[in-house]
């Protein structure tokens, strides 16, 4: 019997971890399973409300580390993570993704002797501005078992003079939930509370430091939303960063200013897929949504130089436009000319994204015995 600690922090883990807890609970022949919440994120609509959505589990230990610099978190996740390894001894530390939690977690956990999985290992950007570029070298040169879901990633890692017997490709967990979940996000009332009666409407995300805490950058992007809202709303979940900008900036005015650019508050899982299911564009910045984007058909642009996960460009419809006003403009308009691709096309689908990563990553825990 494995004893593993799943560990969360921040919004990105949360549709990760959920279908490897989900599948630890169902094999409790084979696996114990604890989860871990650091409190890296806090509020109901960042947090609580994707443990209701995805069933989660309550965490069995929660960390309330809550905000900070990046080493005033790194370094609070880390102070109070290690009672809890000294605590529980478990075989094996779970840690997805690349935000500061993945990272902290992961250097108590190898220090104490207790072997760490890496979920989403390997993706690179190669953008060393990016703290969680940081974060995703950091935790696969520490972790003992990599897990990646590209190919891609395998070859990222091998370059860095991983060993390949460290690395398991095991395809995309975050496809795990989105099948799970597409039929239930049906019963979300989302489009009708906004009024939206058919697809002709876009979404957009925003949270990236380097598209929102820069006041030129934050207000290019705000120019192509001035001209694409021309053509057809754009429905804006705002993250707490990005709303803290917006004030900080003068921006509020602009955007109200604006009807056709609709902030609201940020949604649970089950709105937010069915709201970007419907949609017939998704603008982001954001990392999972270039995925899940793909894994629907539906047209997304990346509000970003670069991206770490190119097989969403190279297999799917993830469009890398920059900040550019002009470019996102024009990027807009050809994206809305071209009709989407049927959802959940197969042919479209990178391999292994396939809604059954999770049972192997758990087979993957259970051979390195
Ligand atoms: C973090 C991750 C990022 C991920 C994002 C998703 C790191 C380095 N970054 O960025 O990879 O894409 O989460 O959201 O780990 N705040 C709240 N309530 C919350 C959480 C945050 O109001 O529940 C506010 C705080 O003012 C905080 C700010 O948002 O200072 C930023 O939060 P933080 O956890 O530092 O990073 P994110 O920008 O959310």
């Known amino acids: 019997m494995l004893k593993v600690i799943n560990v969360v922090g921040a919004r990105p883990n949360f549709m990760k971890a959920a279908p490897v807890v989900e599948e630890m609970k ?26 209701r959505d995805l069933a989660l589990p309550e965490p069995d230990v929660y960390l309330n580390v809550g905000s900070g610099t990046h ?3 790194t370094a609070a996740v880390m102070q109070s993570f290690e009672p809890v390894i000294m605590r529980e001894r478990p075989d094996w530390v779970l840690v997805v993704g690349d935000v500061n ?9 190898v220090k104490l002797g207790v072997r760490v999985a890496h979920v989403e290992a390997g993706l690179r950007s190669r953008d060393r501005t990016m703290p969680e570029e940081l974060n995703r070298i950091l935790t696969d040169q520490l972790a003992d078992l990599l897990l990646t879901p590209s190919l891609d990633a395998d070859q990222n890692l091998l370059a860095e ?17 989105l099948f799970a979940h597409l039929s239930r996000a049906e019963s979300s009332v989302v489009r009708e509370e906004l009024r939206l009666n058919n697809s002709d409407y876009a979404v957009l995300t925003l949270h990236r430091p380097s598209n929102v805490d820069e006041r030129e950058t934050f207000g290019r992007i705000l120019r192509a939303l001035e001209k694409i809202t021309e053509r057809l709303p754009v429905i804006f979940p705002v993250h707490p960063r990005t709303r803290a900008r917006l004030k900080d900036f003068g921006f509020e005015e602009r955007v109200a200013g604006n009807p056709g650019l609709r902030l609201i508050d940020p949604l649970g899982y089950l709105d937010f897929l069915r709201l970007y299911s419907g949609a017939s564009l998704v603008l982001t910045d954001s990392g ?16 970003r130089e670069n991206t770490e996960r190119p097989v969403t460009v190279s297999m799917g419809t993830n469009r890398i436009v920059g900040t550019d006003t002009d470019r996102i403009i024009r990027a807009a308009e050809d994206a809305l000319l071209h009709s989407r691709a049927p959802a959940t096309d197969e042919k479209r689908l990178p391999p292994l994204w396939d809604g059954h990563t999770a049972p192997r990553i ?4 259970l051979e390195k015995v």
């Open 26 to 51: 169902r094999r409790t022949r084979e696996f114990a399973p604890l989860l871990v919440h650091t409190g890296q994120h806090y509020d109901r609509g960042m947090s609580e409300a994707f443990f």
């Open 71 to 73: 080493a005033e978190q």
């Open 101 to 109: 939690s993945t990272v902290a977690c992961a250097l108590v956990a």
């Open 161 to 177: 003079g991983i060993p390949e017997k460290r690395i398991r490709f095991v395809g995309n967990v975050m496809i795990d939930s």
């Open 288 to 303: 999972g949504i270039q995925e899940e984007t793909t894994a629907l058909g539906i047209p997304c642009l990346t509000l």
């Open 362 to 365: 758990l087979d993957a825990l």
